[in-house]
């Protein structure tokens, strides 16, 4: 069965570096998405793409964030000068179409657990 | 989005049936009902969904209440594996450009007991 893949599993970064977090979405999918989920804490919208372009972003999304699909197959989001408050869990989720109705399934991969230290 | 509560766990036992319960009150006319869930150390995974009636798929059941203010997912034969956060999400239908995010709330913490 496809599926959303994550790289890396784990990042250790310093406070003030750039990270990147790398997707790779379900091959036919349209629609990208990234949540985060800080310890304990809930699941959280970050941003969605389409068409490359963003559609949607949270307020969390801030100018330290940006996203892009590089080729037909990435979808990355970095994150400028990262801040102690940015360690989570970063997850992407891509789905086929918006879906009429609001009837679209997003399929989440494993998530990329983000340490600033 | 409108709000949805759920209890904050729930306990059963292998191999018998679960009811998740899902109150959502203020649930517009426009509103899907989908269930999500949250495995250990691993990202949100779609359960089901519906609108006003009920729903079967290979997973689980949806039951939706009549005047569709509450809702109760149904895993009728519960294993370790279920063991899980489940969420309930409501998903507005919005022809003209709703939002495609999905809005976590805490869910429901289920333990499966052997």
């Known amino acids: 069965e496809p599926e959303v893949t994550q790289t890396p599993s784990h990042q250790v970064t310093q406070m003030g570096q750039e990270v990147i977090l790398r997707c790779v979405p379900i091959s036919n999918h349209l629609y990208f998405y990234w949540y985060r989920q800080i310890l304990g804490q809930k699941v959280e919208f970050l941003v969605s793409f389409y068409n490359n372009e963003i559609s949607e972003k949270s307020e969390i999304f801030d100018d330290q964030f940006s996203v892009e699909r590089p080729d037909g197959s990435n979808f990355t989001l970095k994150i400028r000068s990262t801040k102690l408050e940015d360690s989570a869990m970063y997850f992407c989720?891509?789905?086929?179409?918006?879906?009429?109705?609001?009837?679209?399934?997003?399929?989440f991969g494993p998530g990329t657990r983000l340490t600033v230290l | 989005d409108a709000k949805t509560t759920q209890p904050n766990s729930m306990e059963s036992n292998e191999e018998e049936p679960v009811h998740l319960p899902c109150n959502h009150s203020t649930i517009s006319g426009t509103d899907y009902i989908h269930w999500y869930r949250q495995l250990p150390s691993q990202g949100p995974e779609y359960v089901i969904h519906?609108?006003?009636s009920n729903v079967n798929n290979r997973m689980a059941s949806l039951a939706i209440a009549e005047d569709r203010k509450s809702s109760t997912l149904i895993l009728h034969r519960a294993t370790l594996r279920d063991a899980a956060v489940y969420y309930c999400?409501?998903?507005?239908?919005?022809?003209?450009?709703?939002?495609?995010?999905?809005?976590f709330g805490t869910g429901t913490l289920l333990a499966v007991q052997p």
């Open positions: 519906g609108l006003t």
């Open positions: 989720a891509s789905s086929e179409k918006k879906g009429i109705g609001g009837t679209d399934t997003q399929y």
């Open positions: 999400i409501l998903r507005d239908v919005g022809y003209g450009g709703a939002t495609n995010k999905l809005i």
